[in-house]
């Protein structure tokens, strides 16, 4: 791949060119503004989302109300929808206005980015007119199911089935890694409904009501507890879940093309605004090391460079790809696009984490903090951390991708490398 300093150079000549043009400015007047007056003190320097068990998730959901009142949820999507028909230049105005202010900007998470996107794209009026509301009062809190046992980055080889019954869909298989079951009211999975079709087709987008299926009646989720101690993610087994037909998306059968463009939104949305968590803890880090009067010895500088050269390369890349929506263009058709950015972030979060517990030194060995299990903030981001190059499509299936997609060589013989 291209080295760092050679991205940087690129990115930052094309991004020198980017004029958010003057309604974009007034936008940022406009916002910068009112977040001045509504900005909660007490979540300045809060995180978001919320991780399970937050002790801030009470002022965090009230934040949420006071944002949905005033209109600034589900921004990027069309007025006629509820949203703001925000530009993604001034979706972009808006995260630096949060992260200018010190606070977090509350969202509908993947109900936001990916499902009410598909929802807008592929489904009829009635469906939009009953799921996007919900999604943006946050009645319906969806978590995912479409990974499966021996099918996690091979979405279309799925077996959890789906057959019609009346007016109703009836669903039996299993799904895993399903994140954030633990607060959901929906899941958006795929299930298999003409078992006879090719491999990408006879699937179906379907939005499944949590509660209405619960502990033995039809949904169970069984927690799968990880490095830090929590247990974000669950393995899901459907049993005779059942769901109307009115939940299908896109149409029986038809449900691949409305994962196609779940999928696109959900890797083109992290990149304008990756290096803002970054940042702040890059420079949480730096005082850590000033507290430990560490910033004087060359190996720790030399780490705490290599960081902050990664978080502009982010930056700037992040800067680039407004460029090109400035412009008019999709950056997200662009397969190089979502997989160098999923490498570079994770490859960079795995690595951070390990110089912040460098720094803690003997302490990162010891439980002493305030977190669940104990554990303190930069104890928990190295372990979280070290998943982030497995899930969401792994850093050898992205570098396929590059390999096949982009640089146009052979395809990867089956079995090689195991």
């Known amino acids: 791949m291209t080295d760092s300093r050679t991205v940087y150079r690129a990115a930052r000549s094309t991004a020198a060119a980017v004029d958010p043009g003057p309604e974009a400015e007034e936008f940022r007047r406009e916002f910068r503004a009112w977040l001045s007056e509504h900005a909660p003190p007490e979540l300045r320097g809060v995180g978001w989302p919320a991780v399970q068990g937050s002790p801030h998730a009470a002022a965090l959901k009230a934040w949420g109300d006071v944002l949905c009142e005033a209109g600034y949820m589900c921004v990027a999507w069309p007025r006629e929808y509820g949203g703001r028909g925000l530009s993604p230049v001034e979706v972009a105005i808006m995260n630096e206005e949060f992260d200018r202010a010190g606070v977090p900007r509350v969202t509908r998470g993947r109900a936001e980015t990916t499902v009410g996107p598909a929802i807008i794209a592929h489904g009829t009026e009635e469906q939009k007119a009953y799921f996007l509301p919900r999604i943006i009062s946050g009645e319906h809190v ?11 980055s091979d979405l279309a080889g799925l077996r959890t089935s789906g057959v019609v019954d009346g007016d109703e869909l009836v669903i039996s298989g299993q ?27 006879g699937i179906s987008y379907v939005l499944l009501p949590v509660a209405e299926n619960g502990p033995g009646t039809g949904i169970e989720f069984r927690p799968i507890r990880q490095l830090t101690g929590r247990s974000g993610f669950a393995e899901t087994f459907l049993d005779g879940a059942r769901v109307p037909l009115f939940n299908v998306i896109g149409g029986l059968h038809q449900g691949w093309r409305v994962t196609v463009t779940t999928l696109g939104h959900e890797r083109g949305n992290r990149a304008t605004i990756a290096h803002v968590g970054y940042a702040r803890d890059f420079w949480a ?22 960081a902050w050269t990664q978080i502009e390369t982010m930056r700037f890349s992040g800067l680039q790809l407004l460029a090109a929506l400035a412009a008019g263009q999709d950056p ?46 930069w104890q928990e981001q190295f372990l979280s951390s070290r998943s982030g190059t497995i899930w969401g499509g792994t850093a050898e299936v992205q570098r396929n991708i590059i390999a096949e997609r982009v640089l146009g060589l052979p395809k990867e013989r089956k079995g090689a490398g195991r």
């Open 142 to 152: 969806y978590c995912q199911g479409f990974s499966e046992p021996e099918a996690g």
């Open 332 to 377: 997200s058709a662009r397969a190089e696009n979502g997989s160098v950015t999923k490498i570079r972030w994770s490859e960079y979060a795995s690595r951070f984490g390990e110089i912040a517990v460098d720094l803690l030194g003997p302490e990162a060995l010891t439980a002493g903090g305030t977190g669940e299990e104990g554990l303190g903030y």
């Open 175 to 201: 799904k895993v890694w399903t994140s954030g079951y633990y607060e959901s009211t929906m899941m958006f999975c795929l299930v298999r409904t003409d078992p006879d079709a090719a491999k990408h087709a």
């Open 285 to 306: 880090v730096v005082e850590e090391a000033r507290a430990r009067g560490l910033t004087d010895d060359p190996a720790v500088r030399e780490k705490l460079a290599w």
